[in-house]
């Protein structure tokens, strides 16, 4: 097997006031001591699939290619849920099949050039010797990511999978000038990142109307600071989309919004561009 060193990312929702990250690096070190471990985050809300799903489409990319992504939301485990490696875009997801890879799966519907390689997790030769039924991060993601990590072909690990389990997620819908979208994610500072691309908006900073809940925004912003503290904004994230802040404060909590509100964008003078 190939030696040379090889980054491993760990994405949970296990926290980090107990022992199971610790744990599972581990388990990880004692195949591979030579991994590089990246903790991307522990702080996935308790069971929110969809959550993780977002949370590992905006950061692969910015990873080298032949990284090894192990993705710890699994409140099926235990269960007959399917546990599987995936191959997309040179990076290699060890998680379970239960919908946490949905917005790369959209991007590999969405394209002509991504492809994907999946294989069941069946081999128990890359299992810890006992495998519990409630640590499936520690007993098959784990050993299985580090095994991977010293050059483990995936024909080895089990059969193709040509089918993966994807959540229901909506896309933008455009009639005329007006764009539809959703917020899909609400970060630790209360910041709602919506799914309308920066594209959509044609690069442009005014000449827009942007409704939700209640309030109406005529303008996007290019810095938090160019609204008052306090003020509500709209602005293109570092994940290429349109994202509703307070400058200084949480849009979640100030103006109430929460994952899946509707975001209804009105360009008042020219058609609306491709998502």
Do not use: W
């Not at 784990?142 to 995936?154: N, Q, W, Y």
């Not at 919506?194 to 290019?222: D, F, K, P, W």
């Not at 810095?223 to 994940?239: D, M």
């Amino acid at each position: 097997m190939n030696e040379s060193p090889r980054i491993l990312t760990l994405t949970t929702d296990f926290g980090i006031s107990d022992a199971y990250v610790g744990t599972m690096k581990g388990v990880i070190l004692g195949i591979n001591p030579n991994v590089h471990l990246v903790d991307l985050t522990h702080a996935v809300p308790p069971q929110d699939i969809h959550e993780a799903a977002f949370t590992i489409r905006a950061a692969y990319p910015y990873f080298p290619k032949g990284t090894i992504h192990t993705v710890v939301v699994d409140p099926g485990v235990g269960s007959d849920r399917q546990a599987i490696v995936c191959e997309i875009d040179g990076a290699c997801f060890v998680c379970p099949d239960n919908g946490v890879l949905s917005y790369l799966l959209q991007d590999v519907d969405n394209s002509t050039e991504l492809q994907m390689n999946a294989v069941a997790i069946q081999n128990p030769a890359y299992y810890l010797p006992k495998v519990s039924n409630t640590f499936h991060g520690r007993d098959i993601f784990a050993p299985v990511a580090a095994h991977l990590s010293r050059g483990l072909p995936l024909a080895d690990i089990g059969p193709r999978v040509e089918k993966l389990v994807q959540l229901p997620i909506r896309i933008p819908e455009i009639s005329g000038n007006a764009i539809t979208g959703q917020i899909v994610q609400i970060d630790r500072f209360g910041n709602a990142i919506t799914n309308i691309s920066e594209s959509a908006l044609a690069g442009e900073v005014s000449g827009y109307e942007i409704n939700l809940q209640g309030t109406r925004l005529t303008r996007l912003n290019r810095a938090y600071a160019e609204s008052a503290v306090g003020e509500p904004l709209a602005i293109i994230g570092s994940s290429g989309v349109l994202e509703i802040a307070i400058n200084g404060g949480s849009a979640e909590k100030q103006l109430g919004l929460k994952r899946g509100d509707a975001v209804v964008i009105r360009k008042l003078y020219e058609s609306c561009q491709k998502i």
